[in-house]
T-cell receptor, first 111, second 118 residues
Framework: DAKTTQPTSMDCAEGRAANLPCNHSTISGNEYVYWYRQIHSQGPQYIIHGLKNNETNEMASLIITEDRKSSTLILPHATLRDTAVYYCIVRANFGNEKLTFGTGTRLTIIP | DTAVSQTPKYLVTQMGNDKSIKCEQN?????MYWYKQDSKKFLKIMFSYNNKELIINETVPNRFSPKSPDKAHLNLHINSLELGDSAVYFC?????????????????FGPGTRLTVL
């Protein structure tokens, strides 16, 4: 699995958009970008994933650069409940693939 | 509710003991996993089972033995517990086929079992 690089921590004001960057310069053609988050004392939670097109769901948007070497997770209107560690993971989308977690970004939403 | 459940939530035990953690999923998934999150919060895969068959074993000591009686259950048995085994253990499940709920290959995690070895 390709290695990812994320900032260690970020703050965002409540109600503003939170933009979490991720670098994955060694991503290969069949690898997807996945985002998970882990709220304190809970198991990781899937947020979104994409291959090369931008993706949006009810939780977030995922913007992937044209060269696929980096991406940004956008939480459009951050709430206090979005305070968590966010993990950017790159992996092939075959069945039964493990998730290789890095250190993630600790996002703190400030009231 | 559909979910991945684990028991117990907390487990405190003495060094040298043998203990088990149970995991059940009612999502109809074929694949189940065990992850370990240590005190520094690093989350690492330990095992993966698909239809009761072991498919991933990430150089975990053989004191750890996963058992899958059916594809809805994946239990973790640990022999001769050591201080370094203290961690939070997460079970997860996914479907390699397009599932009836959730996304293709999305992993659903349980709430975790906090194991403390004294």
């Amino acid at each position: 699995d390709a290695k990812t690089t994320q900032p260690t921590s970020m703050d965002c004001a409540e109600g503003r958009a939170a933009n979490l960057p991720c670098n994955h310069s060694t991503i290969s053609g069949n690898e997807y970008v996945y985002w998970y988050r882990q709220i304190h004392s809970q198991g990781p939670q899937y947020i979104i994933h994409g291959l090369k097109n931008n993706e949006t769901n009810e939780m977030a948007s995922l913007i992937i650069t044209e060269d696929r070497k980096s991406s940004t997770l956008i939480l459009p209107h951050a709430t206090l409940r979005d305070t968590a560690v966010y993990y950017c993971i790159v992996r092939a989308n075959f069945g039964n693939e493990k998730l290789t977690f890095g250190t993630g970004t600790r996002l703190t939403i400030i009231p | 509710d559909t979910a991945v459940s684990q028991t117990p939530k907390y487990l405190v035990t003495q060094m040298g003991n043998d203990k088990s953690i149970k995991c059940e999923q009612n999502l109809g998934h074929d694949t189940m996993y065990w992850y370990k999150q240590d005190s520094k919060k690093f989350l690492k895969i330990m095992f993966s089972y698909n239809n009761k068959e072991l498919i991933i074993n990430e150089t975990v000591p053989n004191r750890f033995s996963p058992k899958s009686p059916d594809k809805a259950h994946l239990n973790l048995h640990i022999n001769s517990l050591e201080l370094g085994d203290s961690a939070v253990y997460f079970c997860a499940s996914s479907s390699p086929r397009r599932p009836t709920s959730g996304n293709y290959n999305e992993q659903f995690f349980g709430p975790g079992t906090r194991l403390t070895v004294l």
